[in-house]
Every structure is written in structure tokens, then in C-alpha cells.
């Protein structure tokens, strides 16, 4: 079993590096011929101004890359006849990829419109909130997920009741938009969701847990690849459709693999880079104008400290390390 899960593992991560560098780069040009390039907002860093131009909608090619992945796997797992103990796993791909839908429409606005705003903010929020509904009612009904929560450090459970549904649903929409959020500067979003990977797989041989192996290759090929593309400086950005896919299959996952608040913890930096945000409009505000950080997500308040991208993403994916060492420890 070790030594299958193991090869199938390696085959998996290789192949979908592969196939991520090649839709990366056939990606490119053609966006580029579509004029499907970013346009940056006054309001934007002034330094930024130089990423204009270049090509978003890069999450295409990761998902392609992952979803062939997924397919192979449920195709074999069908012909052994054990597919059905893999529902879980295909309910949390396909509520990534109905975020990642929604990231694909708004990046598509953004293009025909030449703006940045894409979908209205509320009009995201409601297709958000109505996916993660949905997958949380599936989930429920079908019997892989329940309202007894596992209390980190501690061999306690946590009995929620049917106030789970809406902790649940909350989390969901939030960790989406916090990853949605962190993906800002060149190669952070990538390489925070790479060591994530990295914590999935560890967990998987630890356990023997094909499902999140299969997350935890997708995520540590498809992100190495894409960060080829997508490293300081960046020729292509992942977008809305990328980066909402993402962070829904980072706390989907957690979600799947009965750690949801294990999965706040995973998920540190989404979390943190959101609440900057939030904590940035809250006191603008009450304070009439005044503001928490010089620019808001954190990473903006850093490259506005003088600190450069290389730095930034240095340090957040340091961080992130830290965070899935303590994620480890408590499961």
C-alpha cells in the first residue's frame, strides 16, 4: 500500500509539473494576443505600475493540469471498483472548481471591461456563499461530514450541533477570499499554497489517506510549475480564477479530511492577510480617515516599509512553514 500510494504519488506530482510548465507557457502568448493582460488602479502600489500588461487568467492552466490529474485518479480508483469511497474528495475538487468558475467570470469582466472591479463585490459573495452551502448540505447528506469538531491539541470534539452549518459556511466563503486576497505580489499566493501542499501529503502517509495525497501532489506540482511563470518578476498571474480555486481547495480539503479547525490554523496567512484588510476599512472609518497600515493586505504595508518582493515572499513563506509545523502538531 505504502509503495503504491507512494510511486503513484511521485507519478502524479512529476506529471502535473509538466503539464502545468506547458499550459503555462501556451497560456501566455495567447493571452497576450487577446490583450488579457492586468490593469493596475491608481489606487494600486505606484511601483506596480510596471506589471501592467501582463497576462492574468494563469489559473487556467494549474486546474487543467490538476483536473487531468483528478481524472486519471477516479479512472483507475473505477476500475479497481473502490471509486465510491472517494466522494468526498470529488465533492471538494468541485467545490474549487465552481470557485474557481466564479474567479473566471470575474476575471473575464475585468478583461472586457478594461477595469479591475470584474463582478460586483456582492455578486461574488452570493455565488460564494451559495457554493459553500451547497457543499456543505452534500457533504452533510451523503454522510462525510457531521457537526462534531475536533478541538486542536486536545483529544476532545467539540459538539456544534446545528450551529456547525453556519461556522462552516463562514469559514468557507472567508479562507476563499483571504487566499483570493493574499495573491498580490509575485509568486506569494503560489509559494504559500506550495508548503501546503507539502503539509497535505506528510498527513497523507501518515495515514495512509489517498485523497489527501492526491491534493497534496496537485498542489506541490502545480504550484512549482507555475511558479516558474509566476516568480518575481511574473509573466503571467493567476487571477481571480486561480487564486479562489485555490484557497477552496486548501480549506475544502481541510474540510474533507475532518481538521475544520485544524484548517484555520493551515490556513494562518489567508486568514491574517484578509482580517488586514478588514481591520484597514474598519478604522479608515471610525478614525475618519486615518490608517492602521500604510496600505492594506499586509504584504502591501511591507513593500510600502521598503521591503521588495523577493523579501516579502521570503517571509511569508517562511511563516506559512511554521504555521503547518504547528498544524501538525495539532491534529
Known amino acids: 500500500m505504502k509503495y503504491s500510494m507512494t510511486m503513484e504519488f511521485i507519478v502524479t506530482a512529476i506529471a502535473v509539473f509538466a503539464v502545468t510548465v506547458v499550459a503555462e507557457r501556451i497560456l501566455i502568448p495567447i493571452l497576450r494576443s487577446h490583450k488579457a493582460g492586468q490593469r493596475i488602479l491608481d489606487i494600486g502600489p ?10 492574468i487568467m494563469g489559473g487556467i492552466g494549474f486546474i487543467l493540469a490538476m483536473l487531468l490529474a483528478a481524472t486519471a485518479f477516479f479512472v483507475v480508483r473505477a476500475v479497481r471498483g473502490t471509486s465510491a469511497q472517494y ?8 467545490f474549487a472548481v465552481c470557485n474557481g468558475a466564479i474567479g473566471f467570470v470575474d476575471d473575464y469582466c475585468k478583461l472586457i471591461k478594461k477595469q479591475n472591479e470584474g463582478l460586483k463585490w456582492y455578486q461574488k459573495l452570493i455565488l460564494q456563499f451559495a457554493i459553500a452551502i451547497a457543499f456543505v448540505c452534500v457533504m452533510s447528506y451523503t454522510g462525510y461530514m457531521d457537526t462534531d469538531v475536533a478541538i486542536p491539541f486536545t483529544n ?5 450541533g446545528w450551529g456547525f452549518y453556519p461556522m462552516a459556511v463562514i469559514s468557507l466563503v472567508g479562507i476563499v477570499n483571504g487566499g483570493n486576497i493574499t495573491d498580490g505580489i509575485d509568486g506569494l499566493a503560489s509559494s504559500v499554497s506550495w508548503v501546503i501542499g507539502g503539509l497535505f501529503a506528510v498527513w497523507a502517509f501518515a495515514e495512509g489517506n489517498e485523497s489527501l495525497g492526491l491534493v497534496g501532489a496537485i498542489l506541490l506540482g502545480s504550484m512549482l510549475g507555475f511558479l516558474i511563470y509566476n516568480f518575481h518578476p511574473a509573466r503571467i498571474f493567476m487571477g481571480d480564477t486561480g487564486s479562489l480555486f485555490l484557497g477552496a481547495l486548501v480549506i475544502g480539503s481541510c474540510f474533507m479530511a475532518g481538521r475544520e479547525l485544524v484548517g484555520f490554523i493551515v490556513c494562518a496567512v489567508f486568514i491574517f492577510e484578509m482580517f488586514t484588510s478588514f481591520l484597514q476599512v474598519a478604522w479608515f472609518r471610525i478614525s475618519h480617515g486615518k490608517r492602521l497600515f500604510k496600505m492594506a493586505p499586509f504584504h502591501h504595508h511591507l513593500e510600502k516599509s521598503n521591503w521588495n518582493e523577493y523579501q516579502i515572499v521570503g517571509l511569508f513563506f517562511v511563516v506559512e512553514i511554521a504555521v503547518c509545523v504547528v498544524a501538525w502538531f495539532a491534529k
Not at 156 to 160: A, C, G, K
Open 87 to 94: 466522494i468526498p474528495l470529488a465533492l471538494t475538487l468541485a
Open 46 to 55: 505606484r511601483w506596480h505600475k510596471a506589471k501592467e500588461g501582463t497576462p
Open 156 to 160: 476532545r470534539v467539540w459538539h456544534l
